[in-house]
């Protein structure tokens, strides 16, 4: 089992920087693939950002250039840094862990934070 839990939304002007945190506990950290997602109101979740065991990236189109995710294996932390950030960026972000065990993909889900950017 793994538990996430986020921090560090809030409300921040256009332009403006934020650094989401992701902390895991339970069962081991490194073999998981990392990801950041985001959902707005009345929209679908949709992916931020994602990390793999091997530090591969992949980003969405809309926050590339934008923002950067990373992780600290020692800490269990995943973050994702948001610079330049504009209104269209306001949504819950959601921490997410995947792997696959050899029988079904674990998939895990942090509880959300908020991020606001306005004026």
């Known amino acids: 089992q793994v538990q996430l839990v986020e921090s560090g939304g809030g409300l921040v002007q256009p332009g403006g920087s934020l650094r989401l945190s992701c902390a895991a506990s339970?069962?081991?950290?490194?073999?998981?693939?990392l990801a950041w997602y985001r959902q707005a109101s009345g929209k679908q979740r949709e992916l931020v950002a994602r990390i793999s065991s091997d530090n591969s990236t992949n980003y969405a189109d809309s926050v590339k250039g934008r923002f950067t995710i990373s992780r600290d294996n020692a800490k269990n932390t995943v973050y994702l840094q948001t610079n330049s950030l504009k209104p269209e960026d306001t949504a819950v972000y959601y921490c997410?862990?995947?792997?696959?065990?050899?029988?079904?993909?674990?998939?895990?889900w942090g509880q959300g934070a908020q991020v606001t950017v306005s004026s």
């Open positions: 339970g069962r081991i950290f490194n073999s998981y693939v």
């Open positions: 997410n862990a995947n792997k696959w065990n050899g029988m079904r993909v674990l998939n895990y």
